[in-house]
């Protein structure tokens, strides 16, 4: 149950250091993506400008507010609120977003599936749980929207975020097939039987 | 009688949707404490701790709770003692609802269903979705809920049979519980609709869902399920944020209706942990906020 601090980009030793249970600060770049960016990018053939190799992406999509450029609001847009969004959504395109933009880590809410653990111990990676539901305190981990690209999806654009003490965040899901959210759903499944007893279903 | 200024129902329609995002109602940071108490695995008591800070840190800094601003609801009451025009009643809401995004820079998550674009105005097409019903009371109330999609991608209906009985309820129950894992956004309300309809079993698990903590079914059977059901639901470990934990639901709350010999419908809706709600009340005394 180590900790670690890390300075994105990172590499595969790097993220395949990172063991369920242990727990991750990150500093300086992020970028946020969800369901729109995932499905242009992987099922309608557009490209992005940023280089993603080595990265983090977090499940997002925020609330901002368009102000002019300036150093502070580098993009044009004041982050309002930034949270995180349900993983699960966005299994599928887990594999490509590691093998051809060479993503490294993913930060989420909820939990990822067995096709997103595969990719991890393939390619080395590793699943971040961040606390759903908590965007106001995870706004003050964001320093500022430094750029932005795929912009008329938004809010569901492809965000470049400056962070400073971006956690800690508990690695959930690791290189090694470790996740703890399925250890948690098959210890959950093994008490179906007794629970539904006490509610005196019949079986 | 009192009559309804509907340049006031138009400014609380957009107060309501801010206050809603930002505001925790006392029964669900009440329901936080409680678990907090209770709670006996490690990880999720720190998992509880930050929902905690979160809820300090949203209101210290006038900040949303969080970044979903959902599917806006609004739940409008009416007395018997007021005069309203419903279809100008219905246009100052949705009015309402787009001032609130535009002017306080809300996300707009709302999308056409098929081409997905997006109004950037929290409305569009039946939305906001609007309920009305009426009372003998001398007031109206608009309830104003933004549902995060987290939990609401996690409803389920089962047209069960008769010959199943309150087994295919409760066993329904535990496995929407057991399936949904950590995709709501747990603890949450779990929303239980029993009878009716098809779709009033849905619209009933929902309102179970949006119920404040402490208040129970009115139906004796309802109100013995939600008991039976609550404690069950928080031994399968689940826990907060699905990753493990004795604070799975902070209540399982059922509402329940009528339904045909034939049938034997359920309905699963969930409420994530930011429960939020928030309630504005036009009476003789003019308008007040709350939850």
Redesign the interface.
């Known amino acids: 149950m180590a900790h670690h601090e890390l300075v994105t980009p990172v590499t595969e030793q790097q993220a395949r250091a990172l063991r369920i249970n242990d727990t991750v600060t990150l500093q300086r770049t992020l970028f946020g993506i969800r369901d729109a960016t995932l499905i242009h990018l992987f099922d309608r053939g557009r490209t992005t400008r940023f280089g993603l190799n080595g990265h983090a992406v977090i499940h997002t999509a925020p609330n901002v507010k368009a102000v002019p450029r300036s150093i502070e609001h580098p993009a044009g847009y004041a982050p309002l609120c930034v949270g995180t969004t349900t993983s699960a959504r966005m299994e599928r395109f887990t594999h490509a977003l590691m093998s051809e933009y060479g993503v490294r880590i993913i930060i989420g809410k909820g939990g990822m599936g067995k096709q997103t653990l595969a990719a991890f111990s393939e390619l080395g990676g590793a699943y971040l749980a961040v606390v759903g539901g908590a965007a106001a305190l995870e706004t003050t981990w964001i320093e500022r929207i430094e750029d932005v690209d795929m912009d008329d999806l938004n809010p569901e654009s492809l965000w470049r975020f400056a962070i400073r003490d971006f956690g800690p965040l508990l690695v959930a899901m690791d290189s090694y097939g470790g996740s703890l959210y399925d250890a948690v759903a098959d210890a959950a499944q093994a008490r179906r039987a007794d629970v539904l007893r006490s509610l005196g279903v019949r079986t | 009688m009192l009559q309804i200024d509907l340049a006031q129902v138009e400014t609380a329609a957009k107060e309501l949707y801010v206050r809603a995002l930002k505001q925790l109602p006392p029964d669900i940071k009440a329901g936080f404490a409680r678990l907090s108490e209770t709670e006996t695995n490690a ?1 999720a008591q720190r ?1 509880l701790g ?2 905690l ?3 300090a ?2 209101e210290r ?1 006038d ?7 959902g599917i806006p609801i609004y739940n409008v009451t009416i007395g018997s003692g007021v005069i309203v025009d419903g279809a100008r009643l219905k246009a100052a809401i949705r009015r309402g609802c787009e001032r609130a995004t535009r002017e306080h ?5 709302i999308v056409h269903p098929i081409t ?1 674009v ?1 109004e ?1 105005s929290s409305c569009g097409r039946e939305v906001p979705v609007m309920h009305f019903d009426f009372d003998a009371s001398e007031q109206m109330s608009i309830e104003m809920i933004p549902k ?3 939990s609401e ?1 996690n409803s389920f209906l089962k047209m069960a049979i008769p010959a199943d009985g309150v ?1 295919a309820i ?2 329904f129950v ?2 929407c519980v ?1 399936n949904a ?5 747990p603890p949450t309300i779990v929303g239980v609709g029993i009878g009716g309809t098809s779709d009033l079993c849905m619209h009933l698990a929902k309102r179970a869902a949006g119920r404040p903590l402490g208040t129970r079914c009115t139906d004796p059977g309802g109100a013995a399920l939600e008991g ?2 609550s ?2 639901v928080n ?10 934990g004795d604070s799975t639901a902070f209540a399982v709350h059922v509402e329940l209706a009528a339904t045909h010999i034939t049938m034997n419908p359920v309905a699963v809706n969930m409420q ?3 429960a939020r709600r928030a309630r504005a009340t036009f009476s003789e005394r003019g308008i007040e906020y709350g939850f």
Not at chain 2, 105 to 109: I, K, Q, V
Not at chain 2, 181 to 185: L, S, V
Not at chain 2, 235 to 244: F, H, I, K, Y
């Open positions: 990880t998992v930050t929902m800070t979160n809820i840190v949203a800094t900040n949303l709770l969080c970044q979903d601003t820079s809300l996300r707009s998550s997905r997006n950037h995060g999609s987290g991608n087994d409760k066993t535990i496995d057991l894992g950590g995709k709501t956004c039976e059901l404690n069950a031994s399968l470990g689940v826990g907060p944020q699905g990753l493990g994530c942990h930011s």
